[in-house]
């Protein structure tokens, strides 16, 4: 017998997204109703107090990934700052070539646009991981062309937490004249980035991973050793020195400022308390029969655990766990389509067992107690799944 439902489930879907830190829409706050300026407007007290604001928010981001303010270009979000470093490239670089180098494991927001340049007549290839998620650095710089303009691998993966080696990509890059470019997206505020240090050409980022609002992202766009450009995809006013026209959206441009600007504040000890929790709820599952972890052990987001349990239907083990624990599968930006997720059949994995993976996000707000009723849930659920 299962438990009685409690009030609400076990929020354990922090890959997908973060509940806001009262800290952050406390900050958010006044600039919807006190502070209504647009940035833009330059000839009254709140444009003027708007664009401090956002030019608060540029200078925190810069310096939280080693960058200058001028480099951070403000988007909706992770989504849109990969389409406009990824086709921004391809149109300016066009003339140099037209090869770009991913990862199969990629989120679909580096892996569509990917495809849709495959349409216009640009060459992709999309390198496979390693067993353990991690890419092969030797592959890709054999898989580096005469025509190549671009790499794009994830900093973090958003399924199975695996952290690229970023400085090691960057480096090979920058030896072939070759632009680098990374989805940040679940690794802002986690683990360190430094754009020099690791030779990043483009950084997405967004907000709501991080504990910070939806709808607010940006993209790091290197100016100098050497120049980047891109290709703007949205026109209208010249906003972002007409890289991302559009009123700039002061409450989640200020909430995406102060989140990173607490995310690095307390990232060393949260990642100690994240890793703790997460190497206690693996071993509470290591009991069950036929469990395995997908990814790197070590080398992974603290907050990330990813495993499959063989011999159970993947359907019912969902429906058991979720009035109980709010988790994914995998990625909940395409968790409305059936097919196996494709980062875990990049791994050699079936589609039944694909489907048959429970992916636990921990967060800032996830306590000792969540995990050990989390699991105890989840081996109720198994236990009930093998005896149908």
Known sequence: MMPSLPERPIYLDCQATTPVDPRVVEAMLPYFTDCPGNPSSNNHLYGWEAKAAVDLARETIAQAIGAEPKEIVFTSGATEANNLAIKGIAEVYLSKGRHLITMQTEHNAVLEPCKYLEKLGFEVTYLPPQPDGLLEVEGLEQAIRADTILVSVMAANNEIGVLQPLAEIGQVCRQHNVLFHTDAAQAIGKILLDVEAMQIDLLSITGHKLYGPKGGGALYVRSRHPHVQVAAQ???????????????????????????????????????????????????????????????????????????????????????????????????????????????????????????????????????????????????????????
């Open 234 to 388: 949205l026109q209208g006013g010249g906003q972002e020195r007409n890289v991302r026209s559009g009123t700039l959206p002061t409450p989640q441009i200020v909430g995406l400022g102060k989140a990173i600007e607490l995310g690095l504040a307390e990232q060393p000890a949260e990642a100690e308390r994240l890793t703790e929790l997460r190497t206690h709820l693996w071993k509470m599952l290591q009991v069950l029969d036929g469990i395995q972890l997908n990814g790197h052990p070590q080398q992974r987001l603290p907050g990330c655990l990813s495993v499959s349990f063989a011999g159970v239907d993947g359907a019912t083990l969902l429906l058991g766990v979720q009035p109980y624990v709010a988790l994914s599968s995998g990625s909940a930006c395409a968790s409305s389509k059936p097919s196996p997720s494709h980062v875990l059949k990049s791994l050699g994995m079936s589609s039944q067992l694909s489907k048959a993976t429970l992916r636990f996000g921990l967060g800032r707000f996830t306590t000792l107690e969540d995990i050990e009723q989390a699991a105890r849930y989840v081996k109720k659920a198994i236990q009930q799944c093998k005896r149908q």
